[in-house]
DNA sequence: TTTTACATTTTTGAATGCAAAATTTGCGAT
DNA sequence: ATCGCAAATTTTGCATTCAAAAATGTAAAA
């Protein structure tokens, strides 16, 4: 098994939260299941600290990492700087082609907006967003805007929604296609900030946080 | 020695270009260098490489990372949209007393620049720009700023500059403190996008390119 | 003389082993 | 019964070792 391919199944094992936040990372277990020995495991582990989605405490071991309330808030806020980055450059650089695609994935979004179906709107709304940072055309950028979704994935993508939330994200991304179709990247980098923002309130407003109650034990002398 | 270190010792290795780019990075001497085992020390490749400044090569070792042009465009952009969103998030946040200190440092600057000393007006430079993010008060914005200017340090703070270029840089800072003091984010983000786009087409004109010719071998059979 | 096949050497990637550190366990004192 | 402390166990971090892959060198054939 290749170097990349270790971090990516553990990548996918703490997104898939089956070691869920805070929860410490069973290095004997997972060798045993990747059938790798810890060398590779703990590369992996090093890589992904540095990704932010693992806490290495030295001589304690490694923990996934989990996320504050502010931790949200800034990881949510340079999302929205990227994205509307992200907004701007593909405005420049969209083909016709893409916007085409763009255009069906919205359609069938909506649509499962209409069946209520939220996990496959929420996948559609992910193929939308990942296909506007594709037509930025700027892998660097690809390559951030990647590492940052991977850490709020869980809260972006699992918050329950209220209707009318619902319906307000709906008309948003209706103006994302808008302003993407009309190539007017300052607009589509307004609504796209905005667009996050709302989600950004949804998820701290859900209480995301994941701090579950410190255990760190202070003792007194 | 912590990893964190070793990571550290050897980023500033890369850095100093005391591995050129492209040039393969010779395990054994690391390792009797620093005066660590080969474990520690491809891990600590494993981590600088996921960052960018290092490539890794399957069963071929690793070389610290060339720059494209591409590269190098893409890396300014995405720099340009960090700074921005810093910018437009201190002007939020920051304190008079940072202001202050922003103001004490770009006097330091045009001092340096009237003596015509390059090093520490590009220091002062720096030391600007970190302040301005650093009073986003955003840690995950700080942290992948550090990673992209990192990556394109070497190209901003070595590349020539033509006296009106460099007079040019400095008219522009004075911009970036009046829109500090005004606390103006919005004209900030814009002037730091402006200049930031002048740098790179410094950097790109000087042709920092740093693709020596593909030492690729093609064999037709 | 150039090219190709093969053997040797070097280097890479991963498993194992070992010492240090931390956690847990067990026992005695209050 | 509970608290405190020390021994035992586990876990971590690193050095060493080992097998496989790539690079190098050599010699024979075209």
Redo the contacts with the bound molecule.
């Keep these: 098994?290749?170097?990349e391919e270790v971090v990516g199944r553990i990548r996918a094992i703490l997104l898939d939260g089956e070691i869920p936040p805070g929860a410490?990372?069973?290095?004997?277990e997972l060798c045993e299941r990747l059938?790798?020995?810890?060398?590779?495991l703990?590369?992996a582990l090093k890589v992904l600290a540095a990704e932010g989605l693992v806490q290495?405490?030295?001589?304690?071991?490694?923990r996934a990492a989990k996320l504050t309330d502010k931790d949200m808030r800034d990881l949510f806020e340079v999302c929205q700087g990227l994205e509307a980055l992200a907004g701007e450059l593909a405005c420049e650089r969209i083909t016709d082609a893409e916007i085409d695609a763009i255009a069906a994935a919205h359609a069938d979004m909506v649509r499962h907006f209409h069946e209520r179906d939220l996990i496959q709107y929420y996948r559609g709304n992910r193929a939308i967003h990942e296909a506007i940072v594709t037509a930025a055309g700027n892998p660097v950028l690809a390559g951030l805007y990647a590492s940052v979704t991977a850490r709020i994935r869980r809260a972006r993508y699992v918050t329950p929604m209220t209707p009318q939330r619902w319906e307000l994200a709906v008309k948003e991304h209706e103006a994302i296609l808008n302003a993407l179709q009309r190539r007017d990247g300052v607009g589509l980098a307004h609504i796209l900030r905005a667009h996050l923002r709302h989600k950004r309130e949804e998820v701290l407003q859900a209480g995301f946080a994941e701090t579950e109650g410190s255990d760190v034990t202070l003792r007194i002398a």
Excluded: F
């Excluded at 059938?35 to 590779?40: A, C, H, W, Y």
């Design positions: 098994m290749l170097h410490r990372i069973p290095e004997r059938e790798i020995s810890r060398t590779p703990r590369e290495l405490l030295p001589h304690r071991g490694s």
